[in-house]
């Protein structure tokens, strides 16, 4: 009996995603960033990096992308693309991630 309830508990663990588990794997979009924003330390590169920087940042910089406020070459066409929830879904995303 306790074998059994020993095994049921380890099989409900291993199917809970972890937090970590969640963080590798990117929401729709997020990936076509690393073409040009760097996703590591070593890397340098004028276009500032995302990983681990604030989502409310992240979200903010978009938001001005997309409504000209903030001149671009290429990232006003890009962030108009996006939805509001992928604009948050990315942001968090990256929020998170670690170099």
């Known amino acids: ?12 663990a291993a199917s ?19 073409g040009c924003h760097a996703t590591n330390r070593t890397v340098e590169t ?12 992240i979200k903010a910089a978009l938001e001005a992308f ?5 001149a671009a070459t290429v990232m006003d066409r890009i962030a108009k693309g996006f939805s509001d929830d992928e604009v948050k879904a990315i942001a968090e995303w990256y929020g998170v991630q670690k170099d």
């Open 46 to 57: 004028p276009v500032p990096r995302l990983v681990g920087r604030s989502p409310a940042d």
């Open 16 to 34: 809970i995603p972890s937090a970590d588990a969640a963080t590798q794997t990117p929401p729709p979009g997020a990936l076509l960033c690393s």
């Open 66 to 70: 997309r409504t000209g406020q903030r």
């Open 1 to 12: 009996m306790i074998a059994r309830f020993f095994l049921a508990a380890l099989l409900l």
